[in-house]
C-alpha cells in the first residue's frame, strides 16, 4: 500500500508559478510510476503529467507542456510539478497518484492510488 500527501497548492495571479509536492510512503517509492491530475468543477479528471518508474521518463499533456514540469526525488519519496506561467484555466484540484505500470500513464484507472488533493487557484 502506498500513502500519497500532497502539498502546495494556493492562490496565485496569472502568470505566476506553484511548485506541487506529493510525498509518497509506505511501499518503495521507486517501483512506482507517479502521476498528476487535475479536476476543475463540473469536469472530469484529467492528466496532467506522469513519470515512469523505470526510466524517468516523463510525459505531460498538451495544455501544459512549455510551462508544467515534473520531476522525482526517489531519495526524498517525492514527487514535483514545477508549474510556471499559470493561467486562469489552470484553476483545479490537483492530484497526485501512484502506479505500478510503466506504460499508459496519460489515463487514470491504471493508477492504483490517490492522494487527498490539493487546490490550485488561479486569478486573473
Known amino acids: 500500500q502506498v500513502q500519497l500527501v500532497e502539498s502546495g497548492g494556493g492562490l496565485v495571479q496569472a502568470g505566476g508559478s506553484l511548485r506541487l509536492s506529493c510525498a509518497a510512503s509506505?511501499?518503495?517509492?521507486?517501483?512506482?510510476?507517479m502521476g498528476w491530475f487535475r479536476q476543475a468543477p463540473g469536469r472530469e479528471r484529467e492528466f496532467v503529467a506522469a513519470?515512469?518508474?523505470?526510466?524517468?521518463?516523463?510525459y505531460h499533456a498538451d495544455s501544459v507542456k512549455g510551462r508544467f514540469t515534473i520531476s522525482r526525488d526517489i531519495a526524498k519519496s517525492t514527487v514535483y510539478l514545477q508549474m510556471n506561467s499559470l493561467k486562469p484555466e489552470d484553476t483545479a484540484v490537483y492530484y497526485c497518484?501512484?502506479?505500478?505500470?510503466?506504460?499508459?500513464?496519460?489515463?487514470?484507472?491504471?493508477?492504483?492510488?490517490w492522494g487527498q488533493g490539493t487546490q490550485v487557484t488561479v486569478s486573473s
Open positions: 513519470i515512469s518508474w523505470r526510466a524517468g521518463s516523463t
Open positions: 497518484a501512484a502506479s505500478a505500470r510503466t506504460w499508459g500513464l496519460t489515463v487514470k484507472s491504471i493508477y492504483d492510488h
Open positions: 509506505g511501499r518503495t517509492f521507486s517501483d512506482y510510476s
